[in-house]
């Protein structure tokens, strides 16, 4: 299998981590994804990773407490879900670094732009933690963000649906799936594929958004080399 991908950004919810348990950390799903993602590496992509803390805590939901704080603590979050992806990645032979928005340097290196496209460049995941570091910004945002940066050919957003729908096909049993859609649309809709900050960011800056369902996580590889799985924004 050859990938049409060289560098992929991969946005994985808080929530695909914690498993069937919905909260907190179920290492076993942990290390399912992390095999997907080693066969990728071994195709000779490079990845980088994006991860959510939604399993630990969501800020926008917490409603008493001050938004700002409420983000930090989100942003916290995801740095435990980075520290168990490269743990997870490790145990199976990667080399995977954490860089995280926040300095936290006894656990994590501080984001920097430059040493993370060596990284990448040398065949480590580099998994990015903290959001964009700032309150008031989703890791969404943060995901196109750094998409952006290291010049990514792709955002893969891993999810738990099939693709981008006109409505939720949870709720709707005749939800329309769309198989492409450009940003504009995605904006026009108010599709949710993205928040709107993100989306934006992605359509300024001409980068693809890949939406599949990582129930399986196999669906990693097999859109890494391009079978027609989900929702492609272009």
Not at 150 to 166: L, S
Not at 173 to 186: G, S
Request: hydrophobic share 40%; charged share 25%; aromatic share 6%.
């Amino acid at each position: 299998m050859k990938p049409v991908y060289k560098r992929v950004l991969l946005k994985l919810s808080g929530e695909v981590l914690a498993g069937e348990k919905g909260v907190g950390l179920d290492f076993d799903k942990v290390l399912e994804v992390c095999e997907k993602v080693r066969d990728c590496v071994d195709m000779g992509v490079q990845i980088a990773i994006v991860v959510g803390g939604g399993n630990f805590w969501r800020g926008r939901s917490s409603g008493k407490m001050d938004r700002t704080r409420a983000d930090h603590m989100g942003m916290l979050a995801t740095s435990i879900n980075a520290l168990a992806l490269a743990d997870g990645l490790e145990q199976l032979g990667v080399n995977a670094r954490v860089q995280t928005a926040i300095e936290m340097r006894q656990v994590a290196e501080p984001y920097i732009r430059n040493k993370a496209v060596r990284h990448l460049e040398k065949g480590r995941v580099v998994i990015f933690g903290c959001g964009t570091g700032n309150p008031f910004f989703s890791t969404d945002t943060g995901a196109a963000l750094r998409a952006a940066e290291i010049g990514a050919d792709v955002i893969f957003k891993a999810t738990n649906v099939d693709g981008v729908f006109d409505s939720d096909p949870k709720k709707n049993p005749n939800a329309k799936k769309f198989d492409t859609l450009t940003h504009h649309e995605v904006l026009q809709k108010e599709l949710h594929v993205m928040d709107a900050t993100a989306a934006s960011l992605c359509m300024d800056n001409d980068i693809k958004i890949l939406v599949f369902n990582l129930d399986n996580p196999q669906n990693i590889v097999s859109a890494m080399v391009g079978e027609p799985i989900g929702t492609i924004v272009k």
